[in-house]
């Protein structure tokens, strides 16, 4: 798998900071936009939205991911994730919660690059193996 240009990884984190704008967060007040790039370089983005039960919340993540995947897009290199709460700079990165990072590996596995930035220039990557060693997959049930 071919790396991503500088310019092209700060294209997808911008990406995610513009669907952060749709987050609908009137409970946590805390904004998440994420921009998923498929293999043949589509991008899906998402925001985090929230609900009153709370338990039916999507995060970011999971709203790009289903995205692209109803639109029968499932090969994806590279996935950008931005948060901080409403009106504030980042001071930490956002990582994919737990949930997330179970739902990416289903179709991901390890490989997937996950960029987690607060700004185009300031971001750090890991794959999804590092986020989530010995990730529980179709492997272990099929
Ligand atoms: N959230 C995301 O959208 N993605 C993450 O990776 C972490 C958490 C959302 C869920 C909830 O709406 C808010 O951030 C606070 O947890």
Redesign the pocket.
């Known amino acids: 798998m071919t790396q991503l240009t500088q310019e092209q990884k700060q294209e997808l984190i911008r990406a995610a900071l513009k669907a952060r704008e749709q987050a609908v967060?009137p409970y946590?007040h805390?904004k998440?936009g994420a921009a998923l790039r498929a293999e043949d370089g589509r991008v899906y983005t998402g925001c985090?939205i929230?609900n009153a039960a709370f338990t039916p919340?999507s995060?970011?993540?999971r709203t790009a991911l289903f995205k692209a995947v109803s639109e029968g897009v499932t090969r994806f290199t590279d996935i950008a994730?931005v948060?901080s709460r409403e009106g504030e700079v980042n001071t930490l990165v956002?990582?994919?919660?737990g949930v997330?990072r179970q739902a990416l590996y289903e179709f991901c596995g390890d490989g997937l690059n996950v960029i987690m930035a607060k700004t185009p220039e300031d971001f750090i990557e890991r794959s999804l193996g590092e986020l989530l060693p010995f990730g529980f997959g179709a492997a272990n049930v099929l």
Not at 94 to 97: D, I, K, L, R, V
């Open positions: 967060t946590s805390f998440v985090n929230e919340t995060c970011a993540e994730v948060g956002t990582a994919p919660c997330c």
